[in-house]
């Protein structure tokens, strides 16, 4: 935001408040019990802070800060106000005064504040009788200055320096966590630089220079997962949401439905926790609308009448796993192929090379099943191929698992932080661009004699499965590959719940990347993940590979 | 339509940054107070569909303007807005019936996301 | 909402203005990386200042034709977009009061013809700009090419 047009109306509304502070200030001498009085200083010097922290003129919101704290104490009965609170009160004012004229005249202000909010948070009066001591009187403020979440017992001094040190920042809990933000970022930044050193390394052959660099790079992961620690918030965080909408699917659709919810307090970057609420609350309320049977139809099965959906929330090394898991009427693998060979997504032949497991993921297809038509068998389709793309972009996997009859559980499978991904680094034409290594099974380098034509697919055989080829050259509407020596590089990935064989120009290699946004127009790309910068300063796209096919 | 919002501060600096911010989100700021009484009466004529409420203010505080405003209208919906140091205020501000507290300095980003999930309920 | 000041530019023959405030920083050309997918218009991304920055050519965008100039870059404020766009040159600043006259344009992405001592300017809807962009993108989305390789 650009705050400059708002500085002459900061300027001129500033001035009026420091007026009525200091004339405050008088009449209290005069009457030093007037309660509208040290209200309206209180006040006074609260608003102050407040625009001064929007204009983000540090100085002032240090002065009014302890202007503020100290006329709290006074309100609070802990402090009288006399002749010392009033001088120091309008020393402030002339403090802000003079600052004010720098920021007016837009020179950087040469004014040490430090010392006036010392003075002000130590300061008690010498005369009175139950004078406590300096160290203490800060702290027998209950103004609660600190963030509630983020007081713990300091020292008064080393509260009041922390005090001013968040201050200056904005000085708020929300605040804090962009600065978390800007650590990361920077962080971020500094793997980048590590890519640098790491191939100059390489050029330079200099085996003191590599260890350097790879102690940095050990440094810099360790750095990384403490920064990204603070960013983790329990589960919980979001978890509440899950129940009233649970609640809510069962109710309309006349259903009972007990909902367990366990590992609330499993921790998630935020980032991700945001991105995760309308995935899960579209896996769920697909259990619930169409996992689990009605009343009747559950007792003839001889099940309980009740249904149970169950959210489980738990942690496997770096990685999240989260599980929502019923106990209705199941996925019917052959069901789903002939659901999705009706809709013509897929060919007879395609249908039978299907394991069950691949057969399940059918339901993420796009078009596989609209909210319109909802049948028992599509009906668990309904968003799931928006719910896996959504998975996908925070470089998660999504996994069905399902017994006809039992239940069904579809468990997403998360990073625990996104910011720094893996990445592999293929050549395409003239154009570099990077896929998540999650979404890459293997790369093979395959000869020309391996390929086999079936009708106008080529195809080639691993792992005793005969796997199709595609250019991804051409999907990104490249000129295609030569390979004059007869080899194609290419990635294995899954698309349509079956693997896929991706030929590029040129396998470049896994790298570590820092995964940046590209912002508007970019954003809305599609199968665009995101940007990243190379250790050179090469700009690569992040490619969302299921996105795109 | 779009949607109507009461911004109450007793700093103008503060009401116009917000107006401003509010403005280029797509809502209509339909009223505008500088204290808890004028804001209690400016609800009743305006029937705002959000109010942000600031907490430290003279004649009438946030907080009291809060309870009065819910009083009169059980489903208002009031954000109430604060620099810090008022955190204390933030259980006292809920169980009057706030719908979220975002502290100030206004963060455009922060202020757009909280008050959309407000609306959304 | 009426611009206080405007920065005015030139794409192939015709003077442009956009609002200051959309505008953040004028640039040298720099080097920028071509990525795949997206119209031609787009020259690449460019870094600016750590933001991974959409660098398009106005002047194809228009279908003006790009001329043969160095040209500079127009960098969006970073809060609106994270877009660049390269213009022929850009001139001065001019303050709204200079503006003699005002008329309406048909163009979606013009918001008005602007007459003042400098020339006729044709002044960018920034917002409409974007959001047409968006939308060639979406409309660009690569299909999977059907049979093999």
Same mark, same amino acid.
């Given at each position: 935001?650009?705050?400059?047009q708002?500085?002459?109306l ?6 009026? /408040? ?16 007037d ?13 102050l ?7 983000? /003129? ?6 009014a ?15 009288p ?14 403090l802000i005064?003079?600052? #004010? ?14 010392? /006036? ?5 130590? /300061? ?24 509630a979440?983020a ?20 000085g *708020?809990? &929300?605040?804090k966590?962009e600065?978390?933000d800007?650590l ?24 003191? #220079? ?9 440094l810099? !992961?360790?750095?990384?997962?403490e ?9 919980e965080?979001?978890?509440? &949401? ?7 699917v069962?109710k ?10 366990t ?24 259990a619930?609308?169409h ?19 169950k ?5 496997d ?11 209705? !009427? ?36 796009p ?24 998975i ?21 499978? #998360? ?16 154009i570099? *661009? ?29 792992d ?8 991804l ?19 294995? *990935?899954?698309?349509?719940?079956? &693997? ?49 096919l | ?19 401003? $911010?509010?403005?280029?989100?797509g ?27 600031? $907490?430290v ?65 | ?18 609002n ?11 080097? =920028?990386?071509p ?7 787009y ?22 034709? =790009? ?68 939308d ?7 299909? =999977? ?5």
């Amino acid at each position: 935001m650009d705050m400059s047009q708002y500085k002459a109306l900061f300027l001129s509304e500033s001035r009026e /408040y420091l007026r009525t502070i200091a004339e405050q200030v008088v009449a209290l001498e005069q009457s030093p019990a007037d309660r509208s009085a040290i209200d309206a200083l209180f006040r006074g010097a609260h608003s102050l802070k407040g625009m001064a922290a929007s204009m983000e /003129y540090g100085d002032v919101v240090v002065v009014a800060h302890s202007m503020e704290d100290l006329m709290a104490r006074v309100r609070d009965g802990a402090l009288p106000f006399g002749a010392g609170v009033a001088d120091l009160l309008l020393e402030g004012v002339d403090l802000i005064d003079a600052l #004010l004229q720098d920021v007016e005249e837009e020179r950087p202000s040469s004014l040490p504040t430090d010392g /006036y909010a010392a003075r002000l948070a130590s /300061y008690v009066p010498a005369p009175e009788k139950k004078a406590k001591k300096p160290d203490e009187a800060p702290k027998a403020a209950p103004t609660a200055a600190e963030p509630a979440q983020a007081s713990e017992p300091a020292p008064a001094a080393e509260a009041e320096r922390a005090k001013e040190s968040t201050t200056e920042l904005g000085g *708020t809990v &929300r605040v804090k966590t962009e600065l978390l933000d800007h650590l990361i970022n920077l962080t971020g930044e500094l793997v980048t630089n590590k890519q640098r050193l790491l191939s100059i390394g390489r050029e330079l052959a200099s085996p003191a #220079l590599n260890d350097a660099v790879s102690e940095t790079s050990k440094l810099l !992961r360790a750095l990384h997962d403490e920064v990204m620690k603070v960013r983790l918030m329990p589960f919980e965080a979001i978890s509440d &949401r899950f129940q009233r909408s649970v609640r809510a699917v069962a109710k309309k659709s006349g259903k009972e439905i007990n909902f367990e919810l366990t590992g609330r307090e499993i921790g998630l970057d935020r980032g991700v926790l945001e991105q995760l609420v309308d995935p899960l609350n579209h896996i769920l309320r697909n259990a619930v609308d169409h996992g689990i049977e009605d009343g009747e139809e559950r007792e003839r099965a001889g099940k309980p009448a009740r249904g149970l959906v169950k959210l489980s929330v738990s942690r496997d090394r770096d990685r999240i796993h989260i599980t929502v898991r019923d106990d209705g !009427r199941g996925m019917e693998p052959q069901s789903m192929i002939e659901a999705a060979v009706r809709k013509g997504l897929i060919t007879p032949e395609e249908g039978e090379l299907l394991s069950p497991r691949q057969a399940l993921m059918l339901s993420c297809i796009p078009g596989f099943s609209t909210a319109k038509e909802v049948t028992d068998i599509s009906g668990r389709g309904v968003g799931m191929d928006a719910v896996n793309a959504a998975i996908a972009k925070l470089g998660g996997t999504l996994g069905i698992e399902s017994e006809p009859g039992q239940g069904t559980s579809i468990t997403l499978k #998360l990073p625990l932080t996104i910011a720094i991904i893996h990445a592999l680094l293929v050549q395409c034409g003239q154009i570099k *661009t990077a896929i998540p290594v999650n979404a890459v099974q293997r790369t093979v380098e395959l000869s020309r004699r391996q390929i086999e034509t079936v009708g106008r697919r080529q195809m080639f055989q691993l792992d005793d499965e005969s796997i199709p080829l595609l250019s991804l050259n051409r999907v990104l509407g490249l000129p295609l590959g030569r390979f004059p020596d007869g080899i194609l590089p290419l990635f294995v *990935t899954e698309a349509k719940g079956r &693997r896929v064989g991706m030929v590029v120009d040129r396998l470049l290699g896994q790298h570590e990347l820092f995964v940046k946004r590209l912002g508007r127009p970019l954003d809305g790309m599609a199968g665009v993940a995101g940007g990243a910068t190379l250790g050179d300063g090469e700009i690569v796209t992040i490619l969302d590979i299921s996105e795109l096919l | 339509m779009a949607i109507k919002v009461m911004i109450v501060d007793d700093s103008l600096f503060m009401r116009k940054m917000l107006r401003d $911010i509010l403005t280029e989100e797509g809502y209509e700021i339909c009223a505008e107070a500088s204290d808890g009484d004028e804001a209690v009466a400016r609800y009743r004529e305006s029937l705002p569909d959000l109010v942000t409420m600031d $907490i430290v203010m003279p004649n009438k505080g946030g907080i009291e303007a809060l309870q009065e405003i819910m009083a009169y209208d059980a489903a208002a919906r009031v954000v109430m807005c604060s620099a810090i140091g008022q955190e204390a205020l933030t259980t006292a501000a809920t169980e009057a019936g706030a719908k979220a507290f975002i502290l100030k300095p206004f963060n455009p980003e922060l202020v757009t996301r909280v008050l959309r999930e407000v609306v959304q309920g | 909402m009426t611009a206080e000041r405007l920065l005015v530019f030139s794409v192939g023959r015709e003077l442009f203005a956009l609002n200051l405030t959309e505008v953040c920083e004028v640039m040298e050309p720099q080097q =920028s990386y071509p990525f795949a997918g997206a119209p031609p218009y787009y020259l690449g991304l460019i870094n600016f200042h750590g933001n991974l920055t959409a660098l398009l050519d106005f002047a194809q965008y228009l279908g003006a034709g =790009s001329r043969p100039l160095p040209g500079k870059l127009l960098v969006i404020d970073t809060k609106l977009a994270h877009l660049a766009l390269k213009v022929d040159a850009v001139g001065s600043i001019i303050d709204a009061q200079s503006i003699t006259g005002a008329t309406r344009s048909e163009e979606p992405l013009i918001e008005a013809l602007l007459e003042t001592p400098q020339g006729n300017l044709r002044l960018v809807r920034l917002e409409t700009l974007l959001s047409s962009l968006e939308d060639d993108l979406r409309a660009a989305a690569p299909k =999977s090419a059907p049979g093999g390789n």
